[in-house]
């Protein structure tokens, strides 16, 4: 998903400012990660907030935390340079172009999570490098990512998961759109994705389809058992059984 915003985090030069709240974890070590970056491009600034919301363990969570960012940026990059070098002028991507970018970059990493991870580990000696190879594939985690352009003034959102991200814009008070008073203006709430999970009717039909002699994929909302429709990880539903 792709929309014009504004944003203000708190960039000062190429530093980003974010307040850290503690908050209690269900679990203990906690599963959930984040990163951030603010790149300098050459027509301003790309910046990244992701949040991975792990499970049975944050091996995964972590391995997205130090990798989803550098690589969805550098595949950015990959393709605004080929327009750049296609045009010859300042590269103006579709948003259509940065979606796929970012779509197909999530895939590659999890291929490289689950199938590449596996390879890896089978050809190893040691059970030691094997059992750390496999750690963030036998784990999994959801992903929430948004890149913001500050030269065009969109904000794109990629999600795997249960995740939500949510827009607060500031809505015209009755004084009008420049209202100084709080009491007249309001934040508005906008949900910018569709949470993937067996309770999605769009989730649930796809499932369907791709298991059309499994009826019990998708049971009271939940996807073997899962919330979740889709994922980072958990290989064991995705190595095949042969």
Known sequence: MSLPVTLHAGIVGRELSMPCIPVP????????????????????????????????????????????????????????????????????????????????TFNKLDQEIVYDAARAALASNSPEAGAKLLAPACAGSCALLSFFDSHTGLLHIALTGDSRAVLGRLEPGADGPHAACPTTRMY?????????TGAN??????????????????????????????????????????
Do not use: C
């Open 188 to 196: 508005a709430a906008h949900a910018l994705n569709i949470e993937q």
């Open 25 to 104: 974890t269900s679990n203990q070590p906690a599963e959930d990660e984040h990163s951030e970056a603010v790149l300098p491009v050459p027509s301003g600034h790309w910046s990244f907030f992701g949040l991975y919301d792990g499970h049975n363990g944050g091996d995964t969570s972590k391995w997205l935390a130090e990798n989803l960012i550098t690589a969805v940026s550098g595949a950015l990059a990959d393709l605004y340079s080929r327009l750049a070098n296609e045009s010859g002028a300042a590269p103006d991507p579709k948003p259509a172009d940065i979606e796929r970018t970012m779509k197909d």
């Open 201 to 242: 009717p769009t989730e649930a039909a796809r499932l369907a389809t791709l298991h059309p002699d499994e009826p019990h994929v998708v049971q009271n909302g939940r996807v073997l058992g899962m919330g979740i429709s889709r994922a980072f990880g958990d290989a064991r539903l995705k190595w095949p059984l042969g």
